[in-house]
C-alpha cells in the first residue's frame, strides 16, 4: 500500500507567474483535499475533490483551482502567485470523505519572491 | 462557519507525567473531531478521531473527550515519553461543505 506523495518537494516561483502542484492519493483513497499551512499555524482548508468533482471550498479566491483525475490523483493550480502565498501545501487523501482520517502527504514547500 | 480555538499554544511537561490539550468549536453541526500530530518538517498524522456520538474514544496512553453541550474536545496522553513531543492540531470538519477547520496548534515539549 502506498501513501500520498507530493511533488515537487521545493518550489520558487516570482509574484505574478503560475505553479500547479501535484499530489497522488493513496492506494483505495477516492478523496483528495488540499490544504495550506503558514509557518506556525494549522493547516487552512483550500478545497476537496471527490470522485473527480469539487465538493467543498474554503475561504480562498478563485486563482486557486484544482482537478482530479480518474486514478485520483490531483494537481491544485494558482496564478498569479502573491507573496503570501508562500507556505507548505499538504494534500491529504481519505476513503470517501474527510470523517474517514486524513492520510497527508509531505507537503510542497512554496516560496514565492 | 466553524472556528476552532485549541489551548494552549506550548505545553511542557516532565516524562511520566500526562499532558491536556483542549479545543473548542462553534459550529454545533460539526460531528467529527480527530487529532493530528506533526513532528518537526514531517506530514500531520492521524492518531486519534471521536465521532459526535460518543462522549470518550481511548487508544492505548491517548484518550479523546467530546463535550457537544459546550462544543469543546480535549486530547489527554498519560505517561508522555519524549517521543511524544511534537506539535498537535485538533480539527472539526463541517460536513455541508467539507471543510475540516484545524486549531492554530499545540507545542508538546517531553523532557526526559
Known amino acids: 500500500e502506498t501513501g500520498v506523495t507530493q511533488s515537487p518537494t521545493h518550489l520558487i516561483k516570482t509574484r505574478g507567474q503560475q505553479v500547479t502542484l501535484r499530489c497522488s492519493s493513496q492506494?483505495?483513497?477516492?478523496?483528495v483535499s488540499w490544504y495550506q499551512q503558514a509557518l506556525g499555524q494549522g493547516p487552512q482548508f483550500i478545497f476537496q475533490?471527490?470522485?473527480?468533482?469539487?465538493?467543498g471550498r474554503g475561504n480562498f479566491p478563485p486563482r486557486f483551482s484544482g482537478l482530479q483525475f480518474p486514478n485520483y490523483s490531483s494537481e491544485l493550480n494558482v496564478n498569479a502567485l502573491e507573496l503570501d502565498d508562500s507556505a507548505l501545501y499538504l494534500c491529504?487523501?481519505?476513503?470517501?470523505?474527510?470523517?474517514?482520517?486524513?492520510?497527508f502527504g509531505s507537503g510542497t514547500r512554496l516560496t514565492v519572491v | 462557519g466553524e472556528n476552532v480555538e485549541q489551548h494552549p499554544s506550548t505545553l511542557s511537561v516532565q516524562e511520566g507525567d500526562s499532558a491536556v490539550i483542549k479545543c473548542t468549536y462553534s459550529?454545533?453541526?460539526?460531528?467529527?473531531f480527530p487529532w493530528y500530530k506533526q513532528e518537526l518538517g514531517k506530514r500531520p498524522q492521524l492518531i486519534i478521531d471521536?465521532?459526535?456520538?460518543?462522549g470518550e474514544k481511548k487508544d492505548q496512553r491517548i484518550a479523546v473527550t467530546l463535550n457537544k453541550t459546550a462544543k469543546h474536545f480535549s486530547l489527554h496522553i498519560t505517561e508522555t515519553q519524549p517521543e511524544d513531543s511534537a506539535v498537535y492540531f485538533c480539527?472539526?470538519?463541517?460536513?455541508?461543505?467539507?471543510?475540516?477547520?484545524f486549531g492554530a496548534g499545540t507545542r508538546l515539549t517531553v523532557k526526559p
Open positions: 480539527a472539526a470538519l463541517q460536513y455541508n461543505n467539507n471543510d475540516m477547520r
Open positions: 491529504a487523501s481519505s476513503l470517501e470523505g474527510a470523517d474517514y482520517g486524513y492520510t
Open positions: 492506494s483505495g483513497h477516492n478523496t
Open positions: 471521536i465521532r459526535s456520538n460518543v
Open positions: 459550529d454545533s453541526a460539526s460531528n467529527y
Open positions: 475533490y471527490y470522485r473527480e468533482e469539487e465538493n
